[in-house]
């Protein structure tokens, strides 16, 4: 315990004021990923002359421990420069300080988490494949709780548009993942990777069965091979990219020879960050240990039939409503606005468009969605495809039956 709690101090010394690193973080690289209480529990009783105020949850919520409480906190917080939102919730995206490993013969040295040996049940496949639907069985069925890997439904506000979750369903099975970010803030999959073995290691420490679902590729392979992702490029730079048009960028990244294969040449965060890393890679691991992966397939045309069935379902839940006041509250340039199912009301509310021609225009761009997902996971090896995801919980029940207790 004086190891790991010496760990601790030595990673909460370092941290950088206007950054701030979560306890699931310090646990994980003081060497135990499960131990993000026992980190709390060292803010309290531990050295108080370290930067305490620089650690938050992985939401990046303040803490009720802090000498004040969370108004306190805040304070001490926005002293340092760092902005604090109404619910007492940081940009845990913007401002996570990620350490660079350490010499182990420094006394300070910092550890990488050692890999972990809990069972994960990954389910991934096209949009509207049911894939969230065998996640929540599975949930019941097996005591579990979901890690949500979408690109779109970490961001608030933006439920309809998104397929999110009913608040049923989440009242349900405990989903982690979901509404972390506002609707027009910058996260990565670096960031996702970090919050996500959080979430893992919580959910097993708990004797839970941790269930990650989605269709983000990027999010789900992060995870499962360990990638070491590029660093943040300069915002600044960034910002310049930002003005330029996709057209303009693709001359930039043609001037310079990188390759866009694999890429969609249609999503400018993405030409962004291939021009910001120079086309290089972030490095890949082995597979995770100790984890299934299904994914769900189904006939082209039967998928085509659900996702017109979602688009109309979503128009009748109140989409049109929620998009209009969206884009009112924080105009198209909003990150969240440029998802599929929001970005084709643009020419609508511009009356340049019909309501069929916005739905077939949604159901189109979710069709290639769907295509380009596929081709992502077709990549993995590793998959195990079902056609009728009612298999899946025989499949997982021998899973388990051969993880070790």
């Avoid at 069929?356 to 159901?363: E, F, S």
């Amino acid at each position: 315990m004086s190891d790991f709690k010496e760990r601790v101090e030595a990673l909460v010394a370092e941290i950088p004021k206007g950054r701030v690193m979560t306890y699931g973080q310090i646990a994980a690289l003081a060497g135990n990923a499960r131990a993000a209480r026992i980190v709390g529990g060292i803010a309290h009783f531990g050295n108080p002359d370290l930067p305490w105020q620089r650690v938050v949850n992985k939401s990046g919520g303040l803490a009720n421990g802090y000498p004040g409480g969370k108004s306190g906190h805040k304070q001490v917080l926005e002293a340092e420069g760092i902005a604090v939102d109404e619910n007492y919730r940081v940009d845990v995206e913007r401002l996570l300080w990620r350490p660079k490993q350490q010499d182990s013969k420094n006394p300070s040295s910092i550890l990488q988490p050692p890999t972990s040996k809990l069972p994960l049940v990954v389910i991934v496949g096209p949009t509207a494949s049911g894939k969230s639907a065998l996640a929540i069985e599975l949930a019941k069925k097996f005591g579990g709780e979901i890690i949500a890997a979408d690109s779109w439904t970490v961001r608030r506000e933006v439920n309809i548009g998104t397929a999110k979750p009913s608040q049923e369903e989440q009242s349900q099975v405990k989903h982690h993942l979901l509404d972390i970010v506002n609707p027009c803030d910058d996260f990565t999959a670096a960031v996702f990777k970090d919050l996500a073995l959080e979430a893992i290691e919580d959910i097993g420490s708990r004797g839970k069965l941790p269930i990650m679902v989605g269709g983000t590729g990027l999010y789900v392979d992060g995870v499962l091979f360990d990638y070491g992702f590029l660093p943040e490029g300069d915002r600044e730079a960034r910002q310049e990219l930002n003005a330029l048009s996709l057209k303009e960028l693709l001359r930039r990244i043609e001037s310079k020879g990188l390759d866009t294969d694999g890429i969609d040449t249609q999503n400018k965060r993405r030409l962004i960050r291939l021009l910001e890393t120079g086309g290089a890679k972030p490095t890949r691991h082995d597979i995770r240990s100790n984890t299934l992966i299904l994914g769900v397939k189904l006939p082209h045309e039967m998928l085509r039939k659900r996702i017109t069935a979602r688009v109309d379902a979503m128009i009748e839940a109140g989409l049109e409503p929620e998009v209009r006041e969206l884009s009112k509250k924080y105009g198209w340039e909003c990150e969240a606005l440029k998802g599929i199912g929001y970005q084709e009301w643009r020419e609508y509310f511009c009356d340049n468009q019909s309501l069929a021609d916005t739905k077939m225009r949604i159901v189109k761009d979710t069709l290639q969605l769907a295509k380009r997902q596929n081709t992502w996971f077709k990549r993995n090896k590793s998959i195990h495809w079902i056609h009728d995801p009612s298999s899946g919980v025989d499949i997982v029940t021998t899973f388990l039956n051969k993880t070790p207790a």
